[in-house]
T-cell receptor
């Protein structure tokens, strides 16, 4: 069965510090991968998605970037965090266009102080 | 432009009664709709979906209704249970689109 991992679970970082959040998927090949952010009291905002290694689509111009160095690994990064980057970050996967359903990881709570 | 809207940020329902969560969309290209349930500090979990070729899909206590002419869908939970207390997101997509567009969510509270 497929499993998605995210780490760390929680993170407190000062403004201006770098960020690296990692997401890995097990039990599937060539998944589509997604990064979402849920800000306090807000819905799910799609940040990036990837349909293959090295292929990244950005949805919202921001202080963040994403990379996909391996088929089942998706990384969210920032060189300098802003206060507005605080939120709950979620990674999700789906298998190509065979299905619309996306499956989410446990999330990372990021607090920028 | 919010293409998927959940106009009720919160809803309280007595245990055992029916919960009805609503969702409206504006993009007529959407042909597949999903509902997700989210507990605090956890990722959303897929609940139920419906294709635009149907107007109803049922799975146990959960039923989703789609009214294409009104661009409206709803999720019915019968009977409501305390474990149903969560935030519910509707989402939509269309053929060939790798992305889901989510609504802003409705927080459902089941009162014992």
């Amino acid at each position: 069965s497929q499993t998605i991992h995210q780490w760390p679970a929680t993170l407190v970082q000062p403004v201006g510090s770098p960020l690296s959040l990692e997401c890995t998927v097990e039990g599937t090949s060539n998944p589509n991968l997604y990064w979402y952010r849920q800000a306090a009291g807000r819905g799910l905002q799609l940040l990036f998605y990837s349909v293959g290694i090295g292929q990244i689509s950005s949805e919202v111009p921001q202080n963040l970037s994403a990379s996909r160095p391996q088929d089942r690994q998706f990384i969210l990064s920032s060189k300098k965090l802003l206060l507005s980057d605080s939120g709950f970050y979620l990674c999700a996967w789906t298998v190509g266009t065979a299905t619309y359903e996306q499956y989410f990881g446990p999330g990372t709570r990021l607090t920028v102080t | 432009d919010q293409q998927v809207k959940q106009n009720s940020p919160s809803l309280s329902v007595q245990e055992g009664r029916i919960s009805i969560l609503n969702c409206d969309y504006t993009n007529s290209m959407f042909d597949y709709f999903l509902w997700y349930k989210k507990y605090p500090a956890e990722g959303p979990t897929f609940l139920i979906s419906i294709s635009s070729i149907k107007d109803k899909n049922e799975d146990g206590r959960f039923t989703v209704f789609l009214n294409k002419s009104a661009k409206h869908l709803s999720l019915h939970i019968v009977p409501s249970q305390p474990g149903d207390s969560a935030v519910y997101f509707c989402a939509a997509s269309h053929f060939g689109n790798e992305k889901l567009t989510f609504g802003t969510g409705t927080r459902l509270t089941i009162i014992p």
